[in-house]
């Protein structure tokens, strides 16, 4: 998949939110057979049929896109497209050093 557009903040890329939704989106259709018609960015991820296998290799792609670790259960914590892309675009992780900090 291509590389999303990002922005520099802080010396960092950080890729933005309507880029990440759009990647979610492209990984929901390939991935876990939704079409393309279907996909809305507020539906949860439950509503499309991902179940734990999904969430956790949603998760590692996600993870290898950015850069850095995220938790295996971002898609349960937040549940949508809209939610869980602008959660990535803020610089969340879902990992417990992340959790810690808020």
């Not at 497209?81 to 969340?92: C, E, F, P, Q």
Request: charged fraction near 20%; proline fraction near 5%; aromatic fraction near 8%.
């Amino acid at each position: 998949m291509s590389v999303p557009d990002t922005t520099t903040t802080g010396g960092f890329e950080t890729i933005t939110a309507a880029a990440l939704e759009a990647w979610i989106a492209n990984w929901l259709v390939r991935n876990a057979d939704v079409p393309a018609a279907d996909i809305k960015r507020d539906l949860e991820f439950f509503d499309y049929g991902l179940d734990s296998l999904h969430a956790v290799d949603l998760s590692g792609h996600l993870e290898e896109l950015l850069g850095r670790p995220l938790s295996p259960s971002l898609a349960w914590e937040f549940p949508t497209i809209s939610g869980l892309a602008a959660h990535l675009a803020a610089g969340g992780s879902g990992t417990q050093e992340d959790l810690d900090a808020s």
